[in-house]
Structures are given as C-alpha cells and as structure tokens.
C-alpha cells in the first residue's frame, strides 16, 4: 500500500510538472522574499526583502493572539479577525471572526494559509492576496489539516476540502457512510486521501478531486 502511495504521488508530480513552467509566477515567487510580522501597539507590520515595513492598523480593543510566516507569507490571528499577508503584492488581507466563532488550528505554507474556526474553513492564497471560506454544516467538525508545497487540505468528519495556490474556491468530495479516513500523504503538487473504500486525490491545479480504483 506504501508502494501504492508513493506511485500516486510519482504520477501527480510528473502529471503537473508542465503545468508549473507556464504559470505565471508572482514577483514572490521569481526572488528569494521572506515575510518577518512584528506586533507591536495599534498595529501589526509585515516585512520581507520586496521593500520596507507593510503596516495593517488593529481596530479599537483588538489584540493580537497569534502571528507567523513562512516563505512569502504572513499570518496574524487577531481577537475579531485573520490576517494574511502577501509577499508578492506586498497587501494585508483580513477576513472577519464572528463572536461566537472559535479558531482552531491552522496550516502555514509558503504560499497558503488554510485554518478552521467551529464554523467555518479559511483558505488565503498568497499569489491573489485572496481570503475564501467555506462554511461547516451544523455537526460537521474539521480533524486535520495538512498541506504541502501549493496545495492543502482540511479532512472534516463529513468530506475532504481541497485548496490551492493556484485555483480559487475550496474543492469537496463527500464521504458515504460509515468512510473514515485511514491517511492523507502529500507532495508539492497534490493531496493523496486514502480512506476505508477508496483512494483519492487532489491536484493543485485542479478543479475537483480524482478517484483512484
């Protein structure tokens, strides 16, 4: 089964590698920036090698809960908000937390954010400076996330939720009855989600999830 994985993996890889010498790469993506985030009284700035300081005001009684970055981008939870930051664009994007919304964790790429609250997924696409959310049903509970290279995944006891860099929107697949799921593996280019009657995978071009018998 291992064996099985690491072929799938092979395949998405070598399926995909054409796709990534055409795409259009951001200014992040053709130099070497580094996002650092300070915290600091009223604000939250973002620096990285493009430039100086990119300052993002905190609203009256706001405070910040958490900041990180990783490769071009940045991340601050705050007690009312997300906050993503793009390297390439050199742009604070937010998006706001309802009050009785609870964040869970979250999953830092170089070039994505996925995270989950008790009612929603958050995707921030970094080469977009795009924020998109995907709302939860009413017993529907998010167990991981993980990501790799330019493509993520948030594994809900209901579906899958696929997520890219390059594609817009969340990507679903629904699990039928009584399907758990055994392991998600990935690489640059794709999630392989294997459960107890299928395997399947997402692709980080892709618009949708592939079924492997």
Known sequence: ??????????????????????????????????????????????WSAAGGGVEESLQPNESVISSAARGHTGFVQTSSRLLGFSAGLRQWRD?????????????????????????????FQETRGHWTTVSLGPNETVSQLRGQGHVAVAITNE??????????????????????????????????????SRTVIFKSQSTGWTEVR
């Open 1 to 46: 089964m291992h064996r099985s994985i690491a072929l799938l993996l092979f395949v998405i890889t070598a399926s995909t590698a054409s796709l990534f010498v055409t795409a259009t790469p951001s200014h992040a993506q053709s130099g070497g920036s580094q996002v650092t985030i300070t915290p600091t009284d009223g604000k939250v700035i973002a």
């Open 95 to 123: 998006v706001s937390i309802g009050v009785e919304e609870r964040i869970g964790r979250h999953q830092l790429l170089p070039f994505l954010i996925l995270a989950h609250s008790n009612q929603q997924v958050f995707g």
């Open 159 to 196: 579906r899958a939720l696929g997520f890219s860099t390059y594609t817009g929107g969340f990507f679903n697949i629904d699990w039928t009855p009584n399907e758990r799921v055994l392991s998600v593996d990935g690489s640059q280019n794709g999630m392989v989600v294997r459960t107890s």
